[in-house]
Antibody, heavy 112, light 106 residues
Framework: QVQLVESGGGLVKPGGSLRLSCAAS????????LTWIRQAPGKGLEWISYISSSGGAIYYADSVKGRFTISRDNAKNSLYLQMNSLRADDTAVYYCVRDPDWGQGTLVTVSS | SYELTQPSSVSVSPGQTARITCSGD??????VRWYQQKPGQAPVLVIY???ERPSGIPERFSGSNSGTTVTLTISGAQVEDEADYYCYSATDNNRVFGGGTKLTVL
């Protein structure tokens, strides 16, 4: 069955960086586009980034553009999100999504 | 930026029909999804392409799209349907969630 396992979350100071990873299995990874979606504590869902199956098309939400970078390694069945210049409002659970399947999420907390 | 507007809450009694709306300037046909999220869990896709149900989703869940408003209908809502529901629209380079609707079945 499809599995998406996020890792790399944790506590980071404002202005710091983190790299999230998503290890995928159970499907042909290189055939599918992937997205990162986040949810701040007690808040709604927010789409933040998309990457096509080949990596040739990439989109970002305005809230993260210029600070976050999405990438993938089809040989390793892995999706990544490099997050720089982190702010308190980036605090959220970050989900790796290959519709209709979601990972369980990884919590990123930005606090001094 | 593009926004989708949902009511913050909807309440029905068990067995009644629940309707959750989602409005935006342009809701491209066949590009709207609905997600159900229960507390402490990852979201679950309940409707895609406006009105298609993934396998395993009960038939009581249905969707429609009028062009500027999409509607998730739960016919004969059950207590286990109590959850937050989010609409989601995806076009070529624009993807956005609605603010979410808390459905209470009580």
């Amino acid at each position: 069955q499809v599995q998406l396992v996020e890792s790399g979350g944790g506590l980071v100071k404002p202005g710091g960086s983190l790299r999230l990873s998503c290890a995928a299995s159970g499907f042909i990874f290189s055939d599918y586009y992937l997205t990162w979606i986040r949810q701040a504590p007690g808040k709604g869902l927010e789409w933040i980034s998309y990457i096509s199956s080949s990596g040739g098309a990439i989109y970002y939400a305005d809230s993260v553009k210029g600070r976050f970078t999405i990438s993938r390694d089809n040989a390793k069945n892995s999706l990544y999100l490099q997050m720089n210049s982190l702010r308190a409002d980036d605090t959220a659970v970050y989900y790796c999504v290959r519709d209709p399947d979601w990972g369980q999420g990884t919590l990123v907390t930005v606090s001094s | 930026s593009y926004e989708l507007t949902q009511p913050s809450s909807v309440s029905v009694s068990p067995g009644q029909t629940a309707r959750i709306t989602c409005s935006g300037d342009v809701l491209t046909k066949k590009n709207v999804r609905w997600y159900q999220q229960k507390p402490g869990q990852a979201p679950v896709l309940v409707i895609y392409k406006d009105s298609e149900r993934p396998s395993g989703i009960p038939e009581r869940f249905s969707g429609s799209n009028s062009g500027t408003t999409v509607t998730l209908t739960i016919s004969g809502a059950q207590v286990e349907d109590e959850a937050d529901y989010y609409c989601y629209s995806a076009t070529d380079n624009n993807r956005v969630f609605g603010g979410g609707t808390k459905l209470t079945v009580l």
